[in-house]
């Protein structure tokens, strides 16, 4: 089942570093059983989903909402040179949605923006994949040095200590995700690498979400193995070092006329009283939606309050999603 919350227009890629060696993406395929589809790297059919309406003329994703683009593949992988000129065309009109970019590939960013890029669009937010310390040496200078108006690092998988200060204490970086190694890979994630780049996230007030801590976590010495998401995520909410110091402002305006959007006329986040009342990247979400992964979801507001009497009927459990 296609992830609502991301937007793949285009699936397939190549390793590139250490990061790759365990990728979701190959191994999410495997599971589908097929394998060849990670290496045939080809444009899908949700090439246009940012600009997909429904029977009564509206945009299917909200405004207010979060894509992240191409969590199959890469954005600056160069055999999509051919059609990243239309991804940019969907983003350029739908400026009322956030478009969170993830890369590897640091050193293409700068000749893979548009002509009218500028100093950045309101709203994209371009980020910087971060495995170890020789990946955050590679990339973090040239994210640097790119112009843009949101910045962000996502330290998955963590396999290595990780000294971000240099990042967080320019003032350019608004928010660092961190996961440990799953989908097969089982090198292990340490609690004090986390907690490092925890105590210089409170130091710099950059927000920190920590959503797994990956299928081997050590802490005090001691193994803890988990081949759940749901479970390494919970583990993740329990260390505390997750740190939130406000959600990060975006500049939307209406693809139809222009104005500038209200937060009345963005989408109002719901969430699993179940599942996401643990979640550590909560406060930054946009909310459940109906991907059918859950059965019978209690809706609630931010802070837990039940919103109405709603509830949505899934097909199938988490657990077996994964």
């Not at 983003?91 to 500028?118: H, N, S």
């Not at 809706?299 to 077996?320: A, F, M």
């Amino acid at each position: 089942m296609a992830d609502p919350r991301a937007w793949n227009p285009w699936h397939g890629c190549r390793r590139y570093s250490e990061g790759c060696e365990h990728c979701y993406m190959f191994y999410l395929d495997g599971v589908r059983g097929v394998p060849e589809k990670s290496m045939e790297i080809a444009r899908t059919k949700d090439f246009w989903k940012p600009l997909a309406k429904d029977s009564g003329g509206r945009y299917k994703v909200p405004s207010g909402f979060m894509l992240r683009v191409n969590m199959t593949s890469d954005t600056f992988l160069e055999e999509a040179d051919g059609w990243r000129k239309n991804m940019w065309e969907a983003i350029r009109r739908r400026p009322d949605v956030i478009f969170y970019v993830l890369t590897k590939r640091a050193y293409r960013i700068m000749e893979c923006l548009p002509d009218d890029w500028g100093d950045g669009y309101d709203n994209v937010s371009i980020n910087i994949s971060v495995e170890n310390q020789r990946a955050f040496d590679e990339r973090w200078p040239i994210l640097e040095s790119i112009p843009a108006r949101h910045k962000g690092m996502n330290l998955s998988p963590l396999v290595g200590e990780v000294d971000v200060s240099p990042a967080v204490a320019s003032g350019q970086i608004e928010e660092i995700n961190l996961g440990g190694e799953a989908y097969g890979g089982r090198r292990p994630c340490r609690y004090e690498w986390i907690e490092r780049v925890s105590r210089e996230c409170e130091k710099h007030r950059v927000n920190l979400y920590v959503d797994t801590v990956g299928t081997v976590f050590i802490k005090d010495g001691t193994i803890y193995e988990a081949d759940s998401i749901p479970t390494q995520a919970r583990w993740a909410y329990n260390t505390g070092l997750s740190r939130f110091f406000g959600k990060v402002h975006y500049s939307l305006y209406s693809p139809c006329d222009g104005h500038l959007l209200s937060e009345d006329e963005l989408i109002k986040p719901v969430f699993n009283m179940d599942r996401c009342m643990h979640c550590s990247s909560r406060p930054s979400c946009a909310g459940c939606v109906d991907c059918g992964n859950c059965r019978n979801v209690v809706l609630v507001d931010i802070d837990g309050n039940p919103v109405g009497d709603r509830k949505k009927q899934g097909t199938r459990s988490l657990e077996e999603f994964f």
